[in-house]
């Protein structure tokens, strides 16, 4: 059988000990008693000539001598007359926040200040929570004064007996009827007010005092009445004039006495009065509980084996008597060795409250306050700490020891005085200083040397960078230039439309240019400009990049005055979210770069298309954008080479002007008395050039012929002023002048002789026009930073070819290398 460790019961009363021992199966969920004791002291304590603590003293070395109760807990009873029982509902209340209101109850039922006693109290069950509120609940309180405490744990305390809970014994009487007799009706814990369970009237007789405890498993009222065992005796030697051993002894064996009647009729009067204090206790408690249904009578204790009581009881309350014999104990206690022993069986009434000890001590009692002091508890477990602490102590002093050991072995080396190799620690340590003085200074020196180099760098840099920042924007302006395209055989002419048609020229007008700078260009390369960017590389690498549709798009204007507004500023931030930088006057502001199909809020087939291409190549996935600062620069242009369908609109700019500005070289001077060097667009600091507006094209648009000359009588043969495209202002004519047919009423025409004319000057050329904005970024790279990293990489190339590696030579390149300049400020900068 597995069993749990032991617990022992002890309730000492006024006329023994009585002692049980029991434990826990947790296989068969069942308590088993192991043990138990019975020790009778030699007089009653409450006698006068006896010594109560001494007698007591006796007992529980008695006790210990037969027992071995080393390992068990030992849990005790004190008199339900020494502490204070009582029972309260609170109010609805959080229960978290039931512990201050049961202080607060406490304060005003303990007749005495808190610090004074030992109090704990208990939850009874039944009790209804809704939403963590308590409703119809109970709390039971228990107390008692501190110095009662520690006078009913003093003789445990002398025989070296550690205790770990003080239960009053009424309580103890209570977990003993609810685990024995009630244990159906609370397994479902469910407490109906209007329809409370049955209740039992539980007397425990002591030898001066009864605990009346009146239950129904889940409510509890408990009285202490000052009648006992002891009054039988007093009123045999007052009726029968003997002594008090003499009548303890007939008390005790009524049924073997002469005339046992007459010894009944003696002791009749106690009869009567603990009848009456049970009547008027129950008659009290009906009162307070009208609903409450009394079932029956129960009865502990061994003055309830004075013949005749019970059923003189049970008669005049009118209940029926519940008796509790070897059977009902059997019914919930196993172990046979202690129930079926006759000392144990004689005395069995005597063992309920030693009974609910055990329960409570093995976790199985419906009430389990404990009344032991909390200054015990917290000295039993620094008790159970010291070895620990010793221990750990004794450890922590071992370290320092060895560590110290160490420590000084380390430290003896190195003494000041201690002499190695010849040489004492104190001279060495010495010399290192001196060296490690020598060294800072040292290092002062270079530090302020390092410090007037950069300073001359700087100052250098400043001088020769003076004349190059002079050309910068120079040279900006002269890249752009060399980027548009041309076409030669009309380059320092004008050339006749009827000859070349404006069609099918391929230069580029620039209206403007304007600029801004940015403290990161990171601000400027949105994810607008990005998608854009990433559309222009697409083109690049040969993915699909369809011509703009000469029709005007869903959601685009058809008229020339609307896709002019396509590149103002002003139109585009209409539709457009506002630029996170504020573009200067004239500038496309970053937000209006989407175009007019983006604009509507889809994407475009070419953004489409290229986002595929490039997702499929993988480099402009991973494009990060240009970093640092630098400006912006924004060109707004047209141009009227728009006749082939595969080179109109867009696609002339992006193969022409876009891309100069993304490979070609440009040929810049180097410096004075230099010849011109070629530089890349990277070198120049210049990337990422998108198309951020990309309209339809004016298909309407026409140019004014510059040879027109209009006849005398105007387009047509008809006088008048014409307008600005050769057209006659109507209802504009000459002065004087009629038409054929029109003239003065009554007035005759001549019919007008019909000469033949030659062909005339047209009055416009029809010239579809494509205007468009581009944006790139540059940042200023000064030509002396682009000649010294060129040659900078000259002689790393010059390396890499002299050191033996299995790459492949590089052809030479044909470009001209540049000179060592004249400028001895440039040839510093240049790191020559």
């Given amino acids: 059988m597995a069993a749990t460790s ?51 003293r006796e007992a529980i070395a008695q006790f210990l001598q037969r027992n071995n109760v080393r390992g068990d807990r030992i849990v005790i009873s004190v008199p339900g007359q020494s502490g204070l029982v009582r029972f309260f509902e609170p109010p609805p209340v959080d229960l978290k926040k039931l512990a201050d209101i049961v202080r607060f109850e406490a304060r005003q039922a303990i007749p005495f200040p808190l610090e004074e006693v030992i109090w704990d109290y208990q939850l009874m069950g039944g009790a209804n929570e809704v939403d963590g509120f308590l409703m119809e609940a109970e709390v039971g309180l228990v107390a008692m004064k501190r110095d009662q405490v520690y006078e009913a744990l003093e003789p445990y305390r002398e025989a070296d007996m550690e205790i770990g809970i003080v239960q009053l014994g009424p309580i103890c009487t209570y977990n003993f009827v609810a685990h024995s007799l009630m244990t159906d009706t609370l397994a479902a814990d469910i407490y109906d007010a209007d329809n409370p369970p049955e209740s039992f009237v539980v007397i425990s007789m002591g030898t001066d005092t009864t605990d009346l405890v009146v239950t129904n498993g889940f409510r509890i009222w408990q009285r202490n009445m000052p009648i006992g065992g002891n009054h039988f005796t007093k009123q045999l030697t007052k009726e029968l004039k003997l002594t008090f051993a003499k009548a303890e002894h007939l008390k005790r064996n009524v049924r073997e006495a002469e005339d046992a009647k007459s010894v009944i009729q003696a002791m009749r009067p106690v009869f009567n009065d603990l009848l009456t204090e049970v009547q008027r206790s129950v008659g009290f408690f009906q009162n307070i509980e009208r609903k409450a249904q009394i079932g029956g009578l129960i009865m502990l204790g061994n003055a309830v084996k004075l013949p005749g009581l019970q059923q003189y009881l049970s008669k005049n309350l009118g209940y029926e008597l519940v008796n ?31 009974y609910g000890l055990c329960l409570q001590g093995l976790g199985q009692a419906r009430f389990d306050t404990n009344l032991l002091p909390k200054e015990m508890l917290t000295e039993r477990i620094i008790r159970a700490k010291k070895p620990w602490a010793l221990a750990t102590a004794s450890g922590l002093m071992l370290a320092f020891a060895v560590n110290f050991f160490f420590e000084y072995n380390a430290w ?152 002019a507004d396509a590149t103002n500023p002003a139109a585009a931030n209409a539709t457009s979210p506002a630029p996170a930088t504020p573009a200067p006057p004239g500038m496309t502001p970053p937000a209006t770069l989407a175009g007019p199909a983006e604009a509507a809020g889809a994407p475009t087939a070419p953004a489409a298309a290229a986002a595929g291409t490039a997702a499929a190549s993988g480099d402009p996935t991973e494009i990060q954008g240009p970093d640092g600062p630098g400006w912006v620069i924004e060109i707004k242009g047209h141009h009227f080479f728009n006749e082939d369908i595969t080179t109109w609109g867009g696609t002339h700019v992006r193969d022409t002007f876009l891309k100069n500005l993304r490979e070609q070289t440009i040929e810049l001077p180097s410096g004075p ?155 510093a900068n240049m790191g020559g």
């Fill in 6 to 56: 032991g617990v022992w019961g002890l309730d000492i009363g006024h006329c023994a000990l009585k002692a049980l021992r029991c434990e826990y199966d947790d296989a068969n969920q069942v308590l088993v008693a192991t043990a138990f004791d019975y020790i009778e002291h030699p007089k009653i304590l409450s006698q006068p000539d006896a010594n109560p603590k001494e007698l007591i």
């Fill in 324 to 354: 509790v014999d070897h059977e009902r104990w059997a019914a919930r206690l196993a172990g046979q060795s202690v129930l079926s022993s006759p000392q144990f069986k004689d005395n069995m009434h005597a063992f309920a409250v030693c």
């Fill in 673 to 827: 008395g230099q010849p011109p060097t070629r530089f890349t667009m990277e070198e120049l600091g210049i990337g990422f050039p998108v198309l951020t507006v990309d309209p339809p094209i004016d298909q309407s648009h026409r140019i004014p012929n510059p040879f027109f000359e209009p006849g005398p009588q105007g387009v047509g043969g008809m006088p008048g002023m014409m307008d600005a495209t050769g057209g006659m202002m109507p209802g504009m004519m000459p002065g004087g002048m009629m038409g054929p047919g029109m003239g003065p009423p009554g007035a005759k025409t001549k019919p007008e002789k019909k000469e033949k004319e030659e062909p005339k000057e047209p009055p416009f050329f029809s010239a579809p026009k494509y205007t468009f904005v581009l944006q790139f970024c540059w940042q200023e790279q000064l030509l002396t930073e682009r000649l010294r990293k060129r040659q900078q990489e000259q002689m790393q190339q010059q390396l890499d070819q002299q050191q033996p590696s299995a790459q492949p030579e590089q052809p030479p390149s044909d470009e001209p290398q540049p000179a060592a300049p004249d400028n001895k400020v440039a040839a």
């Fill in 412 to 563: 003896y080396k190195v003494h000041p005085q201690r002499v190695q190799d010849g040489v004492t620690w104190e001279a060495a340590m010495k010399e290192v200083d001196s060296v490690s003085s020598q060294f800072s200074k040292n290092e002062q020196e270079d530090s302020a040397r390092v410090k007037q180099l950069d300073e001359l760098v700087s100052l250098g840099k400043e001088l020769s960078g003076n004349s190059d920042r002079r050309v910068l924007w120079m040279e900006l302006l002269k890249t752009i230039n060399e980027a548009l395209p041309r076409d030669e055989a009309t380059i320092g002419q004008v050339p006749d439309p009827k000859v070349k048609p404006i069609s099918q020229r391929e230069d580029i007008h620039i209206e403007y240019i304007e600029s801004q700078y940015f403290s990161s260009l990171q601000t400027w390369f949105t994810e607008p400009i990005k998608r854009k960017y990433m559309e222009e590389l697409a083109r690049l690498q040969g993915g699909p990049s369809p011509a703009p549709d000469p029709l005007p798009a869903a959601g685009v204007a058809a008229d020339p005055a609307a896709a």
